[in-house]
């Protein structure tokens, strides 16, 4: 199974953040896997964001619920994170995982993602 983040780049403060993660190698609609979105800012530890199941429901960080949104499109076999109102404080790299109940199985390579005007 191979995991690819999309490279958005450097996004603007108060903008939304959108990151696409391509699946290869295994279906996201796959018993009984969690599609999960983690970050590590710089010089921080990792942080979950959230997650979306296999059968489509999503989980988010309470933290991030408001300004977080996970879909997939399973014809494309990706799934996507949007994450409103992005501040300076929320650059870091951008991780897209597979969790398969005991921990994270497989890893993107992971995306900087830089917040600044």
């Known amino acids: 199974v191979q995991l690819q983040e999309s490279t958005p780049g450097l996004v603007k403060p108060s903008q939304t953040l959108s990151l696409t993660c391509t699946v290869s190698?295994?279906?996201?609609?796959?018993?009984?896997?969690?599609w999960t979105w983690i970050r590590r800012p710089p010089g921080k530890g990792l942080e979950w964001m959230g997650a979306?199941?296999?059968?489509?429901?999503?989980y988010y960080s309470p933290s991030l619920k408001n300004r977080t949104s996970i879909s997939r499109d399973t014809s494309k076999n990706q799934f996507t994170l949007q994450l409103s109102s992005v501040t300076p404080e929320e650059t870091a790299v951008y991780y897209c995982?597979?969790?398969?109940?005991?921990?994270?199985?497989?890893w993107g390579q992971g995306t900087q993602v830089t917040v600044s005007s």
């Open positions: 979306i199941a296999y059968s489509g429901t999503t």
């Open positions: 995982a597979r969790e398969d109940g005991d921990g994270y199985d497989y």
């Open positions: 190698g295994g279906s996201i609609t796959t018993n009984y896997y969690y």
